[in-house]
Structures are given as structure tokens and as C-alpha cells.
């Protein structure tokens, strides 16, 4: 695959919704894309997942640009003959900023894929035609509005809630949805707002037959989370702390988790996302794909990661009307009894709404070249 050239797009994007969690509130987003063409013409899209601030992880889109312009795509540009499989491998030399790293290698993967004429799903091993869909509801004014917007969700389709949660909106808020709701597929994300010291919170939360909670702990502290499972019966499924192939061998021998939220670009890509999937297959570990509040381009490549045969819950992977008015899609993603239906064109297998991008866009540079 020799490529021609290399676009960064900043757009400015505004959320249906505010998305409230314990480190903080969003409304407007910044969404950062890769787009790559080859020498014959062909492009492929790529999302930087990190946000505006370093709130989920160190890595911002402002330091993601920097990093991409002056280190990561001149390590792809200068080898000629490189597949998607070996980018990751390709910018080794880089440490860390995985989410800029994934949105350069995911558009490879997609231009890869488009050039075979297969859909991505498929050139990654997939095996599902439909993806089960879930929701993530951020922190509402009061527990009332936050069950209203369950109800609603309910109602479109999705095949599960999950709630943010923080000290003080806690076990009393997840009571309530229980009492309201007591059959649902139920889940609860800290994004990492609690210590050991909370253990008697969290361990209540065990009487509401949740199917996991996520990232209650630091988001390093694999030891504490070990500490904290073998107290708990609701399984801990790890976010923040799984930042490579490494964290989650760690964590499998300590005991710290049961199931993975699988974001590719928390570890860098489709390549790393693939060794994470066969060792979670091989040691019977729980797998499900998360979102980062992504554009339609993010998301439709997190549908083709949700097609793999271990991915066993609900993904963070709604509709593009949950998370915009107007998505950048063509056509956008959409709930039907529950799922996603995957796409059988080539690549992430959607267009880019050329007037959509125009409107949102911000600034476009081409780098290297
Ligand atoms: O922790 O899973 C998370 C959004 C931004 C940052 C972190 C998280 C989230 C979500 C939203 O929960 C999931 C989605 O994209 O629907
Ligand atoms: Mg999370």
C-alpha cells in the first residue's frame, strides 16, 4: 500500500445531549479524523479518540495533532510497502499515545480493506451481521430525569443501560432504576471515582443483579482492583487501566478484572485491539466494545470490532441520532431490534456527508507528503 497523502479534519460538533461523567461535563466536542488515500485514489477514515482535556487519559486532540504531524506519519509515509497490520508495529518507536497512533492505523486498516474490496468487519475476522447495541447515560440533575431518559432509551430499543456513577449518586440512584426497571441489563461505569476505602458502597451495589461495574477504581491500580473483586460478586470489567496487551496480563494474573471494555483507541489500534480479543478468547475473559462519544467514523469502525466472536455484551454503540442531530455518515448508524446491522460495503462500509463535514469543519491540513 504506498499512500499518497495524509489529511487531519478538526471539526466542532455539538452532542444531542450534555454527557455528564465523574470527571466532568460535555456538550460541544471537538472530533478529530485521518483521512489517507493511496496512489490510485482510494481513501480510508480514521478518529482520534482522545478528548478536548487529558480527563480520560492523558492524551488531548491539541497534543494527538502534534504528535501524528511531527512523529507518527512520517513513520508510515517514509515505508512504502506497509500493510494495516504492520502500522502499529510501524510507530513503535513512539511510547505511548495510543489514541493518536489508532486513528492514523484504523483509517489504514479501512483503506487496506476497500483496496481488497472486502468490508472491514470481514478483514478483521468477523463473524456477525448485526452488533447488540447499548447506551451510556451520563449523570442527570436528579435520579426522576435520569429514569425518564431510561424509559425513553428503553423504548427505541436498546438492548442495555449503562449509568455513570460517583460518590453520592450511587447505590440510592441504581435502587431507583430497580425498582422502576427491575429486569433490565443494567450497568454502572465510575471512570475510576471511588478507592478502597468505598468498598462497602460498592459492595451493595451487589444486590441489584448488575452484569458488571466498570473502572470503580484508579485508573492504574490493577492491585487495588484484585483486592476489590475477590469482595464483590458483581464482575469488574476494566476500562482506563487496559492501555495495552501488557495491562491485561497483569490483570488477569492478579485477579483484577472479568471483563474487558475494549476501546481501540485506548491501545493503539485495530492490530493491539486483535491480541487483546485472542487473549481474552483463550482465557475466557469477557469482552465488549466501548465508544468515546465518536462520530459516525469512529463508530462504524467500533462496529466492525464488535463483529469478533468473543465480543459476548452489549457495546457502547448507539445510534448516530444519540449522539448528534446530524452525524458525518452517509448513512448514519441506526437501532433496529436492539442491534446495529453491519455493512457489507468495503471498509467501515458508510460514505462521509461531504455537506455534514463542511459545515462542521474547523480547520484541514495535509501533512507530510
Ligand atoms: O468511560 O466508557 C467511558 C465516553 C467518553 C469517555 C469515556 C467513556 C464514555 C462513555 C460513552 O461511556 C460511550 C459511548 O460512546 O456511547
Ligand atoms: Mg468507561
Known sequence: MELRKVELYMLRMSLSEPFETSFGSVKDRSVLLVRVEERGGEEGWGEVAAGEGPWYSYETQEIAVLVLEKYLISEVLRRKELSAR????????????????????????????????????????????????????????????????????????????????????????????????????????????????????????????????????????????????????????????????????????????????????????????????????????????????????????????ATLPQVGYPNDISASSRYWERDIIEPPLELVDGCIEVREQPGIGVEIDEEALRKYLVWKKEVGG
Not at 211 to 225: V, W
Open 86 to 305: 504492520e502500522a502499529y508495529d510501524a510507530m513503535s518507536r513512539v511510547r505511548g499515545y495510543k489514541m493518536a497512533k489508532a486513528g492514523l492505523e484504523m483509517a489504514l486498516w479501512d483503506l487496506e480493506a476497500r483496496l481488497t474490496g472486502k468490508p472491514l468487519y470481514k478483514y478483521l475476522g468477523g463473524v456477525r451481521r448485526r452488533i447488540l447495541s447499548g447506551v451510556s447515560i451520563g449523570i442527570k440533575k436528579t435520579v426522576e430525569r435520569l429514569i425518564s431518559i431510561i424509559g425513553k432509551r428503553l423504548d427505541e430499543g436498546y438492548s442495555r443501560i449503562k449509568i455513570k456513577i460517583k460518590p453520592g449518586w450511587d447505590v440510592k440512584v441504581v435502587e431507583r432504576i430497580r425498582r422502576e426497571f427491575p429486569d433490565i441489563p443494567l450497568q454502572v461505569d465510575a471512570n475510576a471515582a471511588y478507592t478502597l476505602k468505598d468498598i462497602h458502597v460498592l459492595a451493595r451495589l451487589d444486590e441489584y443483579n448488575l452484569l458488571m461495574i466498570e473502572q470503580p477504581l484508579h485508573y492504574d491500580d490493577l492491585a487495588d482492583h484484585a483486592v476489590l473483586a475477590r469482595k464483590l460478586r458483581t464482575p469488574i470489567c476494566l476500562d482506563e487501566s487496559i492501555k495495552s496487551l501488557h495491562d491485561l496480563k497483569a490483570s488477569y494474573l492478579l485477579g483484577s478484572l472479568e471483563i474487558v471494555n475494549l476501546k481501540p483507541g485506548r491501545v493503539g489500534g485495530y492490530k493491539p485491539s486483535l491480541d487483546i480479543h485472542d487473549f481474552c478468547a483463550k482465557a475466557g475473559l469477557g469482552l465488549w466494545i466501548g465508544g468515546m462519544l465518536e462520530s459516525g467514523v469512529g463508530k462504524s469502525h467500533l462496529v466492525a470490532l
